[in-house]
């Protein structure tokens, strides 16, 4: 079954540390995103990247990094400049081709505490 | 005037009942319009893309006002399995693929 897959679903953190999430979609999209979602807010757009090797930031890049190697593969590093990085972390791909171009597709998520 | 407004609720209805969302947006230039699902600590997952045309999907009917800006979505025969939260969102300007997310309404159907 095509889909997004991120791990892990659940991380803690403690101050002071990178940590690394995980994000992989074999859907053969072109792009992949990188949003930041806390209690009762949207969505917030951390990076995005349309192409290999290729990505820009978003509306909160300070104090995440992200790669983008292979086309299947995302990965997220939540870094200690991050203030605030207890949220929810979730992944999603669009094709951006197509009459479907636009339609963002999902990951589980990962919920990140930082104790 | 912000990038997206929607009415958070939560709205509270009866089983059976007619439910009807809206969301404004401020960017003319979007292009793509669509309503997610969100349930609780769960991922948002698309419900349905917004046609100019309006589209009906089963109970679920969405329309675009361009000339206003605002998108709608009507629930009809709610069950309480509609139970969620429901995301206006919308392109952004140019090619780059990104999506605007309002906040949510959230709708709770009760027995």
């Known amino acids: 079954d095509g889909g997004i897959t991120q791990s892990p679903k659940y991380l803690f953190r403690k101050e002071g540390q990178n940590v690394t999430l995980s994000c992989e979609q074999n859907?053969?999209?072109?792009?992949m995103y990188w949003y930041r979602q806390d209690p009762g807010q949207g969505l917030r757009l951390i990076y995005y990247?349309?192409?290999?090797?290729?990505?820009q930031k978003g509306d909160i890049a300070e104090g995440y990094s992200v790669s983008r190697e292979k086309k299947e593969s995302f990965p997220l590093t939540v870094t200690s400049a991050q203030k605030n990085p207890t949220a929810f972390y979730l992944c999603?791909?669009?094709?951006?081709?197509?009459?479907?171009?636009?339609?963002?597709?999902f990951g589980p998520g990962t919920r990140l505490t930082v104790l | 005037r912000k990038e997206v407004e929607q009415d958070p609720g939560p709205f509270n209805v009866p089983e059976g009942a007619t439910v009807a969302f809206n969301c404004t947006y401020s960017?003319?230039?979007?292009?793509?319009f669509f309503w997610y699902r969100q349930d609780c600590r769960k991922e948002p997952k698309l419900l349905m893309s917004?046609?100019?045309s309006g589209n009906e999907d089963g109970r679920f009917t969405a329309q675009l006002n361009r000339a206003s800006q605002y998108i709608s979505l009507l629930i009809r025969d709610s069950k309480l399995s509609d139970s969620a939260t429901y995301l206006c969102?919308?392109?952004?300007?140019?090619?780059?693929?990104?999506?605007?997310f309002g906040q949510g309404t959230t709708l709770q159907v009760k027995p």
């Open positions: 999603a791909s669009s094709p951006l081709a197509g009459v479907r171009r636009d339609e963002q597709f």
């Open positions: 859907l053969n999209h072109d792009a």
């Open positions: 990247s349309q192409i290999v090797n290729d990505f």
């Open positions: 960017n003319s230039a979007s292009q793509s």
């Open positions: 917004v046609y100019s």
């Open positions: 969102v919308f392109s952004g300007s140019g090619n780059t693929g990104k999506l605007i």
